[in-house]
């Protein structure tokens, strides 16, 4: 039987992670992710999983401890957020090329400098190109369940590529909600046994791990990858179908809120969408047809289904927690603008770039933004491609 408790996202993604039991964690603390793996680590204390926890000296190490464990065997889980991401990038483009179905939770934070301990997605936004699956969840619930889905994702034979499940720190890492926790067997039946896939510890069939590459082979080598990347759309909603038979919570490839016969559409990642949301509420009922798009999933990019929900809109406005410094605009602006190019969706399109450093954006902000979409769609011009939204020009 599911019982419900009041938990944070950082208490939740840690029950996940117990009920998932993994065979290796190895972690180093960083706020505002730490009190993951501190809870996960009493549970290895209290005997209450079997887990080999690996006190570590820097998220580097932490993630060459994590690839070498995949790669003997095992079924692996971690967590980070901002700085400790940075500092594993080495290992985290390695940890994707190995195809290692890690899982590892990335509490969203501002990536330095200045150094800046609170949200946005600066962190994961700039480990985009490594090769991981992206999650993002809106709030504890969604963490927990995305953590317990992500493993299946990861380890899926056609995949066989880690993921990375995001959700806003402090906001939501520290934020006190409802949670729908499952029973543990109905969690450790969803996950289902680990099935190593070529592990080095499997003596009667010798593999290479970590070789040099060169021009003859690293090509065909980053090609699988692509291919892996490419079936793991169709895993992530397979996989969600069954978790939602099972529990009953529904999850697909992005969340659509009041969009089926909006005008204007906004799309924004994340804790954001649970304040836009209320936003759009309050303008339908001064008779604006508003909507809101929601990603869960940044990669695999769902170019295609995201393009199909937003074909008959006016205007369409991107809120991005995070910049691309030199390009036109954030990223999930610049990518759906592709995709919505390229599957020929007429609307107009516009950035806005908001919560850096965990800023806080209220209300009245995302309905400036509506606002605007409202102005574009009237006049039919873009007087400004990409705002700064409450920053003090």
């Known amino acids: 039987m599911s019982r419900f408790e009041a938990m944070d996202g950082n208490a939740a993604t840690a029950e996940a992670m117990r009920q998932i039991n993994p065979d290796v964690v190895a972690a180093y603390p960083i706020t505002p992710q730490t009190s993951i793996v501190q809870t996960f680590s009493q549970f290895v204390a209290d005997g209450e999983v079997d887990t080999e926890f690996i006190r570590v000296e820097s998220e580097h190490s932490a993630m060459a401890a994590c690839i070498g464990a995949s790669a003997a065997g095992g079924r692996v889980m971690t967590a980070t957020s901002a700085n400790g991401l940075a500092l594993m990038w080495e290992m985290v483009y390695i940890a994707a090329s190995n195809r290692a179905p890690i899982v590892m939770t990335v509490v969203n934070r501002a990536l330095s400098g200045p150094i800046n301990i609170h949200c946005d997605h600066s962190d994961s936004m700039g480990a985009r190109d490594a090769g991981w699956i992206h999650l993002f969840g809106e709030d504890p619930q969604e963490g927990y369940d995305n953590a317990i889905q992500a493993v299946r994702i990861a380890e899926h034979e056609d995949v066989l590529l880690p993921v990375m499940n995001m959700y806003d720190g402090f906001i939501t890492s520290h934020g006190l909600e409802r949670v729908q926790l499952e029973d543990d067997q109905a969690v450790k039946d969803f996950v289902g046994p680990f099935k190593a896939h070529e592990a080095l510890l499997d003596v009667g069939n010798p593999v290479t791990y970590g070789p040099l590459d060169f021009y003859d082979f690293y090509m065909e080598h980053k090609r699988q990858q692509v291919e892996g990347m490419k079936h793991a759309r169709k895993v992530i909603l397979e996989v969600a179908a069954e978790f939602e038979k099972r529990f009953g919570r529904r999850y697909g490839l992005f969340e659509e809120y009041r969009l089926d016969d909006a005008e204007l559409a906004l799309v924004v990642l994340s804790s954001t ?86 800023r806080d954006t209220t209300p009245d902000q995302i309905e400036s933004v509506f606002r605007d979409l409202a102005t574009i769609a009237e006049t039919g011009k873009i007087k400004q491609l990409v705002t700064y939204l409450g920053v003090r020009e």
């Open 273 to 358: 969408a649970g304040t836009a949301k209320s936003v759009v509420d309050d303008l339908r009922s001064q008779g604006l047809k508003v909507g809101l798009l929601k990603p869960r999933v940044f990669r695999p990019f769902p170019a295609e289904e995201l393009a199909d929900a937003l074909r008959d809109k006016a205007v369409i406005g991107v809120m991005d927690r995070s910049d691309s410094f030199g390009a036109m605009g954030g990223p999930l602006f610049v990518e759906l603008s592709a995709a919505c190019k390229i599957h020929d969706v007429p609307a107009k399109m516009v950035d806005y770039v908001f919560g850096l450093g965990g």
